[in-house]
């Protein structure tokens, strides 16, 4: 009941709607960043996309989109383990929950956002209205970072195999693959968990019905059974199987606006960039999330002969 209303507005037909104003924005930062030889791609760049964009298709009051990034961040904290790392996220997921239920309400959101759209089905009697408010953290969260980290970890990978960049540059149909191949080898979502609805068994192992059990994405992705030399970055690999969006009833009702915003940036970085250079990398410490927070890199603006 949740996903059917929740992927309405991501469905892939949808797509068509958002597209020219992603790719408006894509040319607009793409252009100014090259200009300027020397950017973060991770706060200038892959942030761009998601926190103008997508922060407007939400729908949210100008307050609560200054806090996104920090409550996204804080979302995805929570879903690992009860650490430090977790205490010191909850204030700020109450917050958001606060704000949800107080503050991103009708009458204060923009009536053709998405997050109007939850109320709206609720005012159908699609879902009970007291879940709009907690579901508007599954556009919040796989809407910012996950999209932001794999942007960034796009980047870096190209940095690090200027050949490949050379391949895509040469070959756009490549891109589809480009966008897999980075999301299987850098997975920004390395682990979840979920609990099972009935008796299972794996290699012997019996699970019990409402077990917990941990999905480690990051590592299905580098299972050497299942792709060859996994830790090579390759995009005429097509690895369309990998996990980092999971799979089946539970696989991420945001990917498809996902791989827009990444296809776009990369089409129009290919048309102006020959190489990228790493001055510098920061990891991003998260509890649900693996990737880089910070990219300093340089471009090469060589044109394709």
């Known amino acids: 009941m949740m996903r059917t209303v929740l992927g309405r507005p991501l469905r892939q037909d949808r797509m068509?709607?958002?597209?020219?104003r992603i790719e408006a924005e894509a040319d607009r930062i793409v252009t100014e960043l090259v200009d300027r030889g020397r950017f973060d791609a991770a706060t200038e760049l892959a942030e761009h996309l998601p926190m103008t964009v997508v922060s407007d298709l939400v729908g949210l009051p100008d307050?609560?989109?200054?806090?996104?990034?920090?409550w996204a961040a804080a979302i995805w904290d929570v879903q690992g383990p009860a650490n430090e790392r977790f205490a010191n996220a909850m204030p700020a997921v109450e917050e958001f929950l606060g704000f949800a239920t107080h503050d991103a309400v009708p009458g204060r959101i923009d009536p053709d956002g998405w997050a109007a759209h939850l109320y709206q089905a609720a005012d159908r009697g699609e879902l009970p209205r007291e879940k709009c408010p907690v579901m508007m953290l599954d556009y919040v969260t796989p809407s910012l970072d996950t999209t932001i980290l794999a942007i960034t970890n796009a980047i870096a990978l190209f940095a690090e195999h200027p050949e490949q960049w050379e391949l895509l540059r040469a070959d756009r149909s490549l891109i589809p693959h480009a966008i897999n191949e980075s999301l299987r080898l850098e997975s920004p979502v390395p682990q979840f968990s979920r609990v099972l609805t009935e008796d299972h068994k794996i290699d012997g192992v019996p699970l019990p019905a409402d077990s917990r059990v941990a999905l480690l994405y990051g590592s299905a992705n580098r299972d050497e059974r299942h792709y060859p030399n996994p830790t090579r970055f390759d995009i005429t690999r097509r690895p369309s199987d990998h996990l980092a969006f999971g799979r089946g009833e539970h696989v991420c009702v945001g990917m498809h606006l996902a791989r827009l915003e990444i296809?776009?940036?990369?089409?129009?970085?290919?048309?102006r960039v020959s190489r990228f250079e790493i001055v510098s990398s920061t990891p991003m410490v998260n509890?649900?999330?693996r990737g880089l927070e910070h990219l300093d890199v340089t471009v090469h603006t060589d044109k394709i002969t």
Do not use: F, H, W
Not at 263 to 271: H, K
């Open 63 to 70: 307050q609560g989109r200054a806090k996104m990034l920090e």
């Open 16 to 20: 068509r709607d958002v597209a020219p």
């Open 263 to 271: 296809s776009t940036l990369l089409e129009r970085l290919a048309d």
């Open 287 to 289: 509890n649900g999330l």
